[in-house]
């Protein structure tokens, strides 16, 4: 007989741990082996006890969820976490999975959907509430932003660009760079397509603009 998935139960609110352990108490090969009130004692309880699964609360008092599920996967990285709250914002959701939450949850999921995420989470499946996987996917399609165009300069080019923008002649920008004028000539050539400007003046303002120039 395969042994039971032993689970710990991190939340603040006394009531929720006493549900959560009497209805998962009635599912096979689960057992809630602790409880705790809040993060530091969610982390040693992990650490004594071990658990295959830990389902972690987000908000609490002192450390939250997302530290205390970053701290406690650095100290117990293969324990799995499922966060089990009652949140959905984008400002403790994508940390807390940044943090490396296994699972999202909402506290609205039937005790049937809170056992089969542990019984997954036991085989290295991650369960998403479904409008936790929407957001992150939205997120995903969002098109990212347009670079600036001196993201697009090399080291080097950058450095000539600074130069051009305190107004040092090529023969200058040479020296200062030990490389020959015609190398400079090369690069700013290229700063100056880069950019989309038309001379060394144009750089120069683009260069203020944007704090590039020292």
């Known amino acids: 007989?395969?042994?039971?998935?032993?689970?710990?139960l991190v939340d603040d609110h006394e009531m929720v741990r006493i549900g959560l352990a009497?209805?998962?108490?009635?599912?096979?090969?689960?057992?809630?082996?602790?409880?705790?009130?809040?993060?530091?004692?969610?982390?040693?309880?992990?650490?004594?006890?071990?658990?295959d699964v830990v389902l972690m609360d987000l908000v609490m008092e002192g450390m939250d969820g997302i530290e205390t599920t970053r701290k406690l996967l650095q100290l117990y990285p293969d324990c799995k976490v499922i966060v089990l709250t009652s949140f959905l914002d984008d400002e403790k959701m994508y940390p807390v999975i940044e943090a490396g939450a296994f699972s999202y949850l909402l506290k609205t999921s039937r005790a049937s959907e809170i056992a089969q995420a542990?019984?997954?989470?036991?085989?290295?499946?991650s369960i998403l509430e479904s409008q936790v996987a929407s957001k992150i996917m939205n997120r995903f399609r969002q098109p990212k932003p347009a670079a600036e165009p001196h993201?697009?300069?090399?080291?080097?080019?950058?450095e000539v660009l600074r130069l051009i923008a305190k107004g040092k002649s090529n023969q200058?920008?040479?020296?200062?760079?030990?490389?020959?004028v015609k190398t400079v000539k090369f690069h700013v050539t290229n700063v100056l397509a880069k950019l989309g400007v038309e001379d060394r003046t144009q750089?120069?303002?683009?260069a203020f603009k944007h704090g590039l120039a020292e």
């Open 172 to 180: 200058e920008l040479a020296d200062d760079l030990f490389i020959g």
């Open 1 to 8: 007989m395969d042994a039971n998935i032993t689970v710990l």
């Open 151 to 158: 993201e697009e300069l090399t080291d080097r080019e950058m």
């Open 118 to 125: 542990i019984r997954a989470a036991a085989k290295g499946q």
């Open 22 to 51: 009497a209805v998962l108490g009635t599912e096979d090969g689960i057992e809630v082996i602790g409880e705790a009130s809040n993060g530091l004692d969610g982390i040693r309880l992990a650490q004594e006890y071990r658990p």
């Open 203 to 206: 750089a120069a303002i683009y």
